[in-house]
């Protein structure tokens, strides 16, 4: 286990109804508030009204900016920042999902500088040293953001998809009620899971050993996943499934399961160029990509696949059949992913080799390599690009 | 799973060397610190060096209270208020295991109230609103005091042995190097291991539905106890494994696995009339009450036993064998307390039953019954501590 240090200060309200208790949990913190969310479908369910209610009876000032879209995009974060500092906003109200949150973040941030915002993703050296306090009211478990470091934004000027982390706009609140998700699409659920799946993926591959606890940790939270996913894209409305998926959410990527190892990520970089060229849900680009890195790299430590199908899948083939029992585990995850309806092959969104080298190419820029359980360079992207065709 | 709310701003610091940093974090927050620790073994094994060396590094003025003794005493957390005030001290550091914590946390509240603490140990409805900011370097993996909203304190007049709740005194920061539990004793580290498995088993044991995502947290937290104690206390200094323990210790009393959830906690309400009256450590208690706890209570939920038996265990027996697995499972937990060095009899600790019925008595002031999983009143506690006999 290596050393680490573990903070995470955001509260969170979880349960029935809380939307409801906005306003008195905002008036904590501000009395202007910008009002984050996306193309509007905050309006059609009605929790728009519930927001602006609440708010209204705290006396809350509110300016409204709209217009999030799925891969959150850099020019609405500097019109957000614009809009923070002109109108001297003390608090933003992020509401959606992650996209939406990562937006509100990096607003935040801007809203404290002098500089330019995107200097801060191309730039680690850059550290993120204020931000205006920030809430969220959840609609979509998926990218824990609700309470994690990081915000990825796109540049829509040269498609660099990018993330920044910082403890300081951790959410001061994050308002999660599973109700809130039954409105949702079956297919962006799926989409929630499998990014909630890969966060905990990502951590639980990894090279440093003795890390027992987190390790079972990440296990119970996948298989409460793996086991609830199907359900809650077949039965909508089941509060008690959406409140295990939505809690797993939270927890997948809040820093706990970081503690004392180092997660891989690679399959989320190789992902990220996916979605930023092609427009990709990042779901569903994670489920293309993630079988696929699964088959290039296994070969790195076999212990850590066969304990990842023995404990999550509970394929207890005999012990000497190690690559027998790691391929059965792919096929598992490929079929878990198509029970949820979602693709895991390129060729299935209609995506060719065509731009691979490129995607390659800007996933290692300012990296050097991708991914710590095997550090890979161009061709091996390139390779697992090819083995997800 | 019920609504909830979470919220835990402790700063963990974990790993090698880290107390060599206290003065640095301790400045953060204080420039005149009270420092508070035990019978004097952090004088013995050189950790008192080091910290009065940090400390000074930073010119941090410190003033001295050691004393505590397991079972801390509200005698010496009204010493340690009266030297807050008169001596204007701005920060805590608690150089201790859970008594020295529960200690300081409860001088920390008394340094801000006019009244008297005790006040607020039996009276519930009294609400603490402040308290002085507190530091911890950890000893011993145990009470999770070291993140935790409690405080025990044994009130030597009357003996009651009572707690406090607050998020208000939860450590600032909090630093766990598992090097400094290498001069426990192996009594020790096991009466340690058996009160975090006892947090555990509390939470687990709940009537409270729909809860399986933090159900099988508590089981990945609880195998990795039953796992690594038996290694711990036969191989000293094994840093990997000291490290699994104290983790789970954390965390097994932080709130993030109350959530959602209702725990019991009847055993350590049965075991805390124990230990205050015969001066027994809680660790040992416990392995003495919680065996004879399920024996008692088990038929109220038949299902959460064989889980438990199945999952933490993993004894499965036929399906129809429900009453014989559950049994069976109390056996396995008695060996895994015997394998460790503790009594699971009060036979064994020269306890008779001469004072049941006043311990049972006790045990229910200002409380009605005692526990959630079965709501025991003063006969089924007599009846529990036969069965402990």
Redo the contacts between chains.
């Keep these: 286990?290596?050393?680490?240090?573990?903070?995470?200060?955001?509260?969170?309200?979880?349960?029935?109804?809380?939307e409801n208790n906005v306003g008195k949990y905002t008036a904590e913190y501000g009395k202007k508030v910008l009002l984050h969310y996306g193309e509007g479908s905050i309006k059609k369910t009605g929790l728009y009204e519930k927001v602006i209610s609440s708010l209204k009876k705290y006396n809350i000032e509110i300016i409204e900016l709209g217009g999030v879209r799925p891969n959150p995009v850099l020019s609405l974060v500097r019109k957000g920042i614009e809009i923070c500092k002109t109108e001297s906003i003390d608090f933003i109200l992020a509401v959606g999902g992650g996209s939406v949150i990562d937006s509100a973040k990096s607003i935040a941030v801007g809203s404290k500088i002098n500089g330019d915002i995107w200097e801060y993703f191309m730039d680690k050296s850059k550290v993120i040293k204020s931000s205006l306090p920030l809430g969220v009211i959840l609609t979509i478990p998926a990218t824990g953001s609700e309470s994690s470091t990081s915000s990825v934004i796109t540049n829509e000027e040269n498609l660099f998809k990018r993330s920044i982390k910082s403890t300081e706009y951790i959410p001061k609140f994050s308002i999660l009620n599973p109700e809130i998700t039954f409105t949702l699409p079956e297919y962006q659920i799926a989409c929630g899971c499998s990014d909630i799946l890969s966060h905990l993926m990502e951590r639980y591959f990894t090279q440093v050993?003795?890390v027992?606890?987190?390790d079972?940790?990440l296990?119970?939270?996948m298989?409460?996943i793996i086991?609830?996913a199907p359900i809650a894209v077949n039965e909508k409305n089941n509060y008690?499934i959406m409140?295990?998926i939505m809690?797993?959410g939270t927890?997948a990527h809040n820093g706990?399961l970081d503690?004392?190892r180092i997660g891989d990520w690679a399959s989320h970089y190789i992902e990220h160029e996916l979605s930023a060229l092609y427009d990709l849900t990042h779901g569903a680009g994670l489920a293309i990509i993630t079988p696929a890195w699964m088959k290039y790299v296994y070969k790195e430590n076999q212990d850590k696949f066969i304990q990842f199908a023995h404990r999550v899948f509970n394929i207890d083939f005999a012990y000497n059949e190690k690559e027998r029992t790691i391929i059965e585990m792919i096929k598992y995850l490929e079929n878990w992913y198509k029970t949820i309806g979602l693709p895991t092959k390129l060729s299935e969104v209609g995506i060719t080799s065509s731009n691979f080298e490129k995607m390659a190419e800007k996933c290692l820029v300012g990296r050097g390599k991708a991914g710590n359980f095997k550090k890979l360079d161009m061709e091996d992207i390139c390779n697992i690009y090819n083995l997800a065709l």
């Design positions: 286990m290596l050393n680490f240090q573990f903070y995470n200060p955001a509260r969170i309200i979880f349960g029935r109804g809380e050993e003795h027992d606890f987190t079972r940790l296990e119970a939270a298989k409460t086991i609830n008690d409140a295990e809690w797993v927890l706990l503690t004392g």
